[in-house]
Every structure is written in C-alpha cells, then in structure tokens.
C-alpha cells in the first residue's frame, strides 16, 4: 500500500511545527525519518497515521485522500507505535495487543481462533512469550514498547509507522526489532535517532525545524556536511571490517570549527 | 492452593450472554429483598404472592394494605433505584475511561449542580408557576448545567488528547461552581427554614416520595444507557492508551467523545432530576468492579450496571431500616456503606496479588 503526502503543515497558534513536507513512499520500503529533537518527526508521523488533521495539505492512502476514509477504514490499512503510550488500567499484556484487532471487528462480532493466533503470534514476534498475563504497570520500558509494537503487528497493517521504537530497547532486541521491521513485506516508517541503525533503512528523510531537508538512500544522504549541518556533530565515516558497510563514528563540534 | 484456568472470554458477545444470564436472577431477588424488608418486615410468601397477583393476574388472598405497600410503595422505589443505580455506576465508567481519570464521576460536569439550581427555582422561587414540578425544574437545569460545561470546555479546548480530558474536567468544576453559587443564592435570597431543609434533604438524595410514575423517566433511560455503553464496549476500551492511540485504532475519537459523555450527562440528568444526587455510586462502583472483573469493558459495563442496581437497592433497603420511625436520605447511606465496602475490596485484592 502506497502512502503518500504533499505540503504537509502543522500549526499552532501561527507557529509552523511542520511546514511544506511532501513525501512518497514506495510500496514495500523502509523509510527512515531522522532529525534533532523537536524536528517535527512526531508531528509528521501522527498526521501520516491520520490521528492529527494537517493544517495544510494532503494525506493519500492506497490514492485516496486520507480525509475522505472513515478511521476504522484506515486503520485496517495503517497502524502506529506512538513514541510514548502509558495508561493506568490494569491490563494485561495480552489484552494490550488484543486492541490490535479493534478495527477488523464490529461491535459484538466473536472473538475467532483467526484473531487468537494472530495476537499470540504478535507477542512471539516481539519476544514477549510467557508474558502474557502480567500486568501492564509491572512491565519494565522497553517491554511495554515491545507491546505497543505486537499491537501494531496485530493490525496486520500494509502501512506500519513507528516512532523511535527502539529507544527503550536493549540492543538485542533493538537489532531484532529493527529486522523484523525490515524483513516485514509492507511500506513501513520509522523515525530513528541512531543514525547508525538508520543504515538499515532503505531511504532516510532528514527533518529540520519542522522541514524536510533531504531524501535518499543511507550512504548518500549521511555525509559529514549534512551530520553538521543538520545535527551539529563531527561525524567520522569508517567501514566496517566484517562487511564492509559504512559506520559513523560522532564527536562533539568545537565551538570555534 | 489450584487456581483454575481463569482465562477471560474474549469475545463481548459471549460475554454478555453469560451476564444476560446472570443478572436477572440477581436482580429479582435484589428487588424482592427491597420489597420484603423495611419499617415493617412482610413475609417473603406475602410479597411473591402480590408480585403474581400484580405481574401474573394471579389471585392470590393479600391483605390490601400488604398489597398496597409492596405494589406501589416499595417496588417502584426498589425499581427506581435499581436503575439509579445502574445508571450512575454506567456513567461513571464511560466518564472515567475517556476522560482517562479515575476521579471523573457522573457528577463532574456539573449535572448535580445544575439540577439543584433547577430544582431550587421551581421549589423556592416558583418557576414555572406551578406548572413545572420540582423534577422537570431539575432536569432542565442539569441540561442547562451541562451545556454551559460543554460549550466552556469546547472553547477552552482544542485538540484531543489528556489536555482536552483536562480542559473538560476544569470546565466542570467551573460550571459546578457557577450553579452551586446560584444555588446558594436563591436560598439565600427567598427560602424559609423550613424550605432550605427539604432542599438540602433533595440534594443529598432521596428515594422517599418515588412512585410508579417515575419509572417512565429512569426505565428508558438506564435501559437506553445501558445500550449505547454496550454498543461501545470496543470503542471504550480503544481509549486505554488515549484518544491518539484510539484513533489509530480506527475509533472516530470525537464522535465518541461527544455521544458518549452526551449519553452519559443525559442519563444522570434523568436519574437525578427523579432522586437528587446520591452520591458516591458513580464514583465507586466502577472501581470496585475494575478490581473484580478486570478493566475491559465487555465485563465492566455489565458488571458495574449490576452491581449499581444491586447496590442503590441495598443502599435503600438500609435507609429505611437503620433508624426506627426515620428515613435517611440514601446518598448518606451509599456513602457510610460504600466506603467500608470498598476498602475492603481494595485491601483483599492487595493480599491477592
Ligand atoms: N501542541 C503543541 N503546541 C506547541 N508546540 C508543539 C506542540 N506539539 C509539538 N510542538 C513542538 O513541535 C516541535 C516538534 O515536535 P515533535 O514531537 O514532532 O518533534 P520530534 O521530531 O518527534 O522530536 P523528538 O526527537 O524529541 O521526539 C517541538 O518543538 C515541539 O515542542
Ligand atoms: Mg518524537
């Protein structure tokens, strides 16, 4: 499924957020979406997703205007992994990810087997077997964002848009979920801030002051110009002995460069 | 100690076939209990025999004044505050769950303060001219009530989200203010001792003076409220990581938003301008059934309307027998009952975990 948007803007009280980003994303690709803090990659992704109505601009989905489908619609088709979700309900991790399948079901259709084996395969995706039952406020960081992305995945989404879904992860689990990411068969965007492991991406939008800067692919995008330029940092480029792929190395910028 | 396998059903509409099940009985013999106990006790024989003679056509021999007493004193009020009750404890739990605050309770967006300030104007200033009563006075100053809450929070608002949750909580408690502030003075300004007492009385809750007539008002509306909520157990459950992430979820956040706290502030405007506002069930009642039943709603919303019911029965049942010869008002009761109760709720769930 192809997203797609055009001179995306968000305002509040007369202060741009995002400005003119216009992006299209090809079917089956991994987008990254890089920036400093407060570029606007949240404001962006939660527009895309249809949770926030841009102030200008379009959103498509699959061709249509995002405006013209129902919610539910939309969601069937696209999911989100927010950068912070918590709540005080008890609830349990299995629970969490059963509101994956909120979308495909009317108000007093039966739970099927179908929607059982697809949350239970959510949650052995995300490696949270055996967590099942425990309760959502006895889940450490980086276990509740493993939950918030398993009820993406139980979306069975064809457009995923994850925002920083690796920040509270160990880097085991950062490497997983990034390739499970990558290996998923969908347009998918995720907004990273380690520059490193936005090399897996196959495209990287880099965001500045709510505008979008440049895109293209990983090894053309990062150069030392564009990690000044853009985050301020030396960055040194190596390769890496294994196999051969560019690494950055990053340095703070003196004040008198 | 072998637990069994307490795996929740998933599916809301076995669910709710289980409670369909399970609620009647329990809510007949709520209401038979409600019927049998009071001043003077009638044996249980006594009230069965009248409820068939009434719902049956049986022809059973009563006594008239047993008959009377049962008919149409004691079971319309138990049937009115069971669906009090219901109603109460239903929109406590949609106002909790959306406004995702565990204090909301039904009268947060200023629906008691409204119907005092009705109710008051009829009583006290002659509103209406006699024409109005007291119930109609107080319906209409709840709506008004809420409306001003409503629009307040609209104007004051903006996006969704926990701020917007915040904006609507502020606008209640301004609102609440504004019609207490009325309230106090009109009855400053014309009522009597006497007046002021029985206002006050009104406000506190009561079921005394509850006929058959008012379950014209609170049937239908426990009974409409109880679908809506039913009808949006999905929706009502999308909100638990707030009105972003149910978005995502395909919820139309805003609809939902304004029919359900619109459902919710109609159906306590009913149930308020028929008994005052007894406190504490609307409150209460849903968080007692969170640590029973868990937080989804395919349980909750069931659970909470029936333990409402059965509570706002037991509540009167005790009201009118604690004090020989004297009634108290029910709102006093739910309170001095409830709080044990739901402490002891609190302090057993903590041993289980
Ligand atoms: N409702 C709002 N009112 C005012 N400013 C806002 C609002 N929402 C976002 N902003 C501002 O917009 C900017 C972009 O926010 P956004 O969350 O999109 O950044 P981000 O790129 O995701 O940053 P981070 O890397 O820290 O997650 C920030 O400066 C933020 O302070
Ligand atoms: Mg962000």
């Given amino acids: 499924m192809i997203l797609r948007c055009e001179n995306l803007g968000w305002r509040v009280r007369r202060k741009e957020i995002v400005s003119n980003a216009s992006l299209s994303m090809n079917e089956g690709e991994m987008l990254g979406l890089i920036g400093p803090n407060g570029s606007g990659k949240s404001t962006l992704l939660r527009m895309l997703a249809g949770v926030r109505y841009p102030s200008t601009g ?34 349990t991790v299995r629970e969490a990810v059963e509101l994956g399948r909120t979308p495909f079901l009317s108000v007093l259709q039966p739970w099927s087997h179908e929607d059982e084996a697809i ?15 425990r309760n959502w406020h006895t889940l450490s960081g980086g276990e509740r964002q493993r939950v918030q992305i398993a009820r993406a995945l139980a979306q069975q989404p064809q457009v995923l848009l994850l925002d920083e879904p690796t920040n509270h992860l160990d880097i085991k689990h950062q490497l997983a979920i990034l390739q499970l990411v990558k290996e998923l068969p969908i347009t998918k965007v995720v907004a990273l801030h380690d520059l490193n492991q936005a090399m ?19 090894c053309e995008i990062l150069t030392e110009e564009r990690l000044m330029k853009t985050f301020g940092v030396c960055g040194h480029f190596m390769t890496d002995p294994f196999d051969g792929s560019p690494v950055i190395r990053f340095h703070r910028a003196h004040k008198e460069d | 100690m072998t637990v069994t396998d307490r795996r929740p059903n998933r599916s809301a509409s076995r669910n709710l076939w289980k409670w369909a099940a399970i609620a009647p009985p329990l809510l007949f013999i709520a209401l038979v209990a409600g019927t049998a106990m009071g001043e003077t006790s009638i044996p249980m024989d006594v009230v069965l025999k009248v409820l068939s003679n009434k719902i049956f056509g049986a022809a059973y021999p009563v006594d008239r004044i047993d008959s009377g007493i049962i008919w149409s004193y004691r079971l319309a009020r138990a049937v009115v505050a069971a669906c009090c009750g219901a109603g109460l404890a239903l ?37 209406g001219g006699g024409l109005i009563s007291m119930s109609m006075g107080a ?46 003075f009109l009855i400053a300004k014309s009522a009597n001792a006497e007046q002021a007492r029985g206002i006050m009385f009104w ?33 009502l459950d999308a909100f638990t990581f707030g009105s972003d992430s149910a978005a995502s979820l395909g919820i139309a956040v805003k609809r939902v938003q304004f029919g359900l706290i ?16 007894i406190g504490f069930v609307g409150l209460v009642i849903p968080h007692a059934m969170r640590l029973v039943v ?29 004090i020989p010869g004297q009634v108290l008002p029910i709102g006093v009761v739910t309170a001095l009952v409830g709080a044990p109760v739901f402490a002891l709720i609190l302090i057993g769930r903590r041993a289980a975990v």
């Fill in chain 2, 139 to 184: 319906f209409a100053g709840a709506i008004l009530a809420f409306a001003f809450v409503a629009m307040l929070a609209s104007l004051a608002g903006g996006g969704t989200g926990l701020r917007a949750a915040g904006v609507i909580v502020l606008a209640g408690i301004a609102g609440s203010q504004l019609f207490n502030a009325l309230t106090a």
């Fill in chain 1, 58 to 91: 379009r959103v498509y989905l699959g061709g249509t205007p995002m405006a013209e489908l129902r919610q539910r619609d939309i969601a069937q088709k696209l999911a989100l992994v927010e950068q912070h979700a918590d709540t005080e309900e008890r609830i």
């Fill in chain 2, 91 to 127: 929109s406590g739990v949609v106002l909790q769950a959306l406004l995702r605050n565990s204090l909301a309770d039904p009268y947060l967006l200023g629906i008691s303060a409204g119907a005092s300030t009705g109710a008051v104007a009829v009583a006290v200033m002659g509103l």
């Fill in chain 2, 294 to 322: 868990g937080t989804r709603h395919r349980a909750l919303i069931p659970a909470s309307a029936l333990a409402g019911a059965i509570f706002l029965i037991m509540a009167d049942i005790i009201a009118r027998i604690v």
């Fill in chain 1, 119 to 133: 949350v239970l395969h959510a949650i052995a995706a995300v490696d949270l077997h055996g967590f099942e039952n």
């Fill in chain 2, 262 to 277: 619109g459902v919710a502030a109609l159906m306590t405007a009913a149930m308020v301008s028929i008994t005052g506002s």
């Fill in chain 1, 200 to 218: 897996i991406c196959d495209r990287i939008c880099v965001m500045h002051s709510g505008r979008i800067e440049t895109l293209g692919a990983p």
């Fill in chain 2, 203 to 235: 406000l506190m809750g009561n079921l005394s003076g509850v006929r058959w007539a008012d379950t014209v008002t609170v049937v239908p509306a426990a009974l409409f409220g109880l679908l809506v909520c039913i009808l949006n157990i999905r929706a």
